[in-house]
């Protein structure tokens, strides 16, 4: 496995860092000592015969929905099973549909275009909401093929280090907009930045939800409590196994924690900043703990609860779980799609699902997994914008 550890001296203290590595100003004063390991894997290629090595429980079948993607990341799905998909780094969305039934999208058509790193993407009345670095657009779906979108929102916090925004509309009909932290670990300038967002469907009435929240890219609502949960990416630069990735519940005028607390509202002893009129350790006691913790470095960043009818009645109300993977590790963690049971509404266990997209040995894989969603048919969606397939995940019975 190839190893890549740079040391660089700032301030004459030792700073190992993943090239490149953009720190925020205010965090290269503030932040003592870090400490990790950056593992940059291989990428492989898909093929036919690393699907069929792809592991999933008894019963459970892993095809592919579509291939030749380029870069396909979140994605939403239609009333008529449209799979709507955002591709950031070719600046545009496109549509795709099993026409015939048979678990492959056969059409495929771009409905928006020239959106610069469009990332989220949720459906409403009719209509695409799509999320760029510092903008959201309202697209008016049209069967004859490019919209003309409406900006609804803008001037969103600078990307930095966590540009992809996330949006989806809550049980309440309010649009949700995940925004990450500017830098790994400081104490951000803007309000906005490292929190969750809420605004009307027509961008009206913005304002912060939730706050200290590093980066929750994956975030949902329980199909049955109605209950908005979430998954935030840990700090980089504490070790193999700090911090753990959270799955949080989601509550307005919250605040989580980040940059001076980690897991289990644990102070960050490596983050020299305080809080304003108080200590770490007392702040951190008054922080929402996570309802359930995840591998460090997994990256978990697609979430989305089961709501088909296809997959075994067990399954439904639980999560599904895109873990990207880990770059700042040794032994790699993430590279798979979990699982989270649910009872009564509450999150109690986490397992895998799908594995094998890492490859054996840890040193390479072949998909670096992003948006989940359920079809209409009850599958489970997963994409990849490493090799720019999309799995179908498909029960046939024991």
């Not at 069967?143 to 509309?169: C, N, W, Y």
């Not at 939730?210 to 994956?218: F, Y």
């Not at 199909?223 to 840990?234: F, N, R, S």
């Amino acid at each position: 496995m190839r190893r890549h550890a740079l040391v660089a001296a700032i301030g004459g203290l030792a700073l190992f860092a993943r090239p490149p590595l953009l720190l925020a100003q205010q965090e290269t004063r503030q932040v003592a000592q870090l400490r990790g390991t950056a593992m940059r894997l291989a990428k492989a290629e898909f093929s036919d015969a690393r699907l069929r090595s792809l592991r999933a429980p008894t019963g459970f079948r892993v095809g592919v929905f579509a291939s030749k993607l380029g870069a396909p990341r979140m994605l939403a799905v239609g009333d008529d099973g449209t799979v709507y998909v955002t591709r950031p780094d070719s600046n545009d969305v496109i549509a795709l549909r099993d026409a015939d039934g048979d678990g492959n999208a056969e059409v495929m058509r771009k409905v928006a275009g020239q959106l610069e790193h469009v990332h989220g993407i949720a459906l409403r009345d009719n209509a695409l909401f799509l999320a760029t670095v510092k903008e959201v657009y309202r697209l008016p779906l049209s069967a004859a093929g490019m919209g003309h979108p409406v900006k609804i929102l803008e001037g969103l916090p600078d990307g930095s280090q966590h540009p992809k925004r996330t949006i989806g509309f809550g049980t309440d009909g309010m649009l949700y907009v995940s925004i990450g932290s500017t830098c790994n670990v400081c104490i951000e300038m803007n309000r906005e930045a490292a929190a969750i967002l809420r605004a009307r469907a027509d961008g009206s009435e913005r304002g912060v939800f939730a706050s200290g929240l590093r980066n929750t890219i994956g975030f949902a609502w329980h199909p049955e409590t109605g209950e908005m949960w979430g998954l935030d990416i840990g700090a980089d630069w504490r070790g193999d196994n700090l911090p753990p990735e959270e799955l949080n519940r989601i509550q307005g005028a919250t605040h989580y924690g980040w940059p001076f607390c980690i897991g289990d509202r644990r102070p960050d002893s490596l983050f020299i900043g305080e809080p304003t009129g108080s200590s770490k350790a007392a702040f951190c006691r008054g922080t929402a703990a996570p309802a359930l913790t995840l591998a460090a470095h997994s990256s978990p960043i697609g979430i989305a609860f089961y709501t088909g009818t296809q997959f075994p009645e067990a399954y439904r109300g639980d999560a599904f779980v895109a873990a990207r993977g880990s770059w700042n590790r040794q032994v790699a963690s993430g590279y798979k799609v979990m699982r989270i049971r649910f009872d009564s509404g509450k999150p109690v266990a986490a397992e895998d699902f799908v594995t094998g997209f890492l490859l054996p040995g840890g040193q390479s894989y072949f998909a670096r997994i992003a948006g989940i969603a359920v079809a209409r048919d009850g599958a489970l969606l997963v994409s990849d914008d490493a090799n720019g397939v999309i799995y179908r995940v498909t029960y046939e019975g024991k």
